[in-house]
């Protein structure tokens, strides 16, 4: 199986060359999307002959990672797995990830902070709003997902192409999360250790989190109101 | 209406018509955007001489003034055109992304190219 390690960077001058040496020492093929980023993250990259699309605009989480799945879909990879460039994602725990995918168990696999509450849980404040969107997950189709805006996911072949036609711009995972559900597609989560951000500031903060929520619920009740696919 | 209202309106009508005429010539503005703007001036000019008409429309709707009439059918203008320019953003939006990865992927492909073919 071809598996892609898709690391969507920006900004992350400070942590992308340690987030990638861990994953070319693990020995996977990765590749960088560089959203446009103002610091020195796409000359380091390059310095380090690292594997990286530069996109030329700003186009946010949603069109970064698709550009990823675009590029594993034509290079025909089997899976691609999802490592945010800030360093809270462990390159250890992908062989975690990809095993089910495998193993045909599901079509994506989430790792995630909440089933042994290991590592770093986030604030407070974020964790109810978490359990928030689990609850409107289960209510809506049944599934139960702790970890609802995890980024740390691998998808399967089917969902690769179907991201890399159609992916939210904004709050993808707990969007697309329903989204696949609700179509069919199966959802494994398992435990994952998440690092606090080594370097930088997390691109949702304060009173952005309010906005955050509001608009993820918003979505997900219209997506469960249209049916939408 | 008084004479010189109307003429006021129709003058201020036509003035826009040939700015939307200009624009449409010098291509800063597509035959397709300017049409809605086209016919509402052809509305304005048609009902400035047809007060009565007005009239009967504004009853038939229960409002009382031609005046309140208008205003109202200015903001219900107003409003589409509005939401037709938020759709014409979002359609954008999703092209200009596109545009962007493509470009992108393209990018990446001609320097993985590049490097093999230097490679060989």
Known sequence: MKVLIIVPCYNEEKNIERTIEGIIEKGYDYVIIDDGSKDASLEIARKNNYQ???????????????????YAARNGYDVAVQIDGDGQHNVEEVEKLIQPIRDGLCNMVIGSRFIDNKGFQSSTMRRVGIRLLSWLMKLFSGQEILDMTSGFRAIDKSLIRRFSDRYPSEYPEPVTNLQVTKLGYKIKEVPAMMNERQQGRSSIFGIKNVYYMLNVIFQLILIQLSGEN | MSIRLTLFILC??????IYILRNVKTHTLSVRNSLLWIILLAVIILSVGSLPLLERIAHFFGIETVSNMLFFAGFLFLMFICFDCTKTISRQNEKILRLTQELALLEKKYEDDEKTGLEK
Do not use: D
């Not at chain 1, 605009?57 to 990823?68: D, E, F, V």
């Open chain 1, 52 to 70: 990286v699309i530069h996109l030329s605009n700003n186009l946010g989480i949603g069109g970064a990672m698709q550009t990823g799945y675009r």
């Open chain 2, 12 to 17: 201020i009508s036509l003035i826009f018509l």
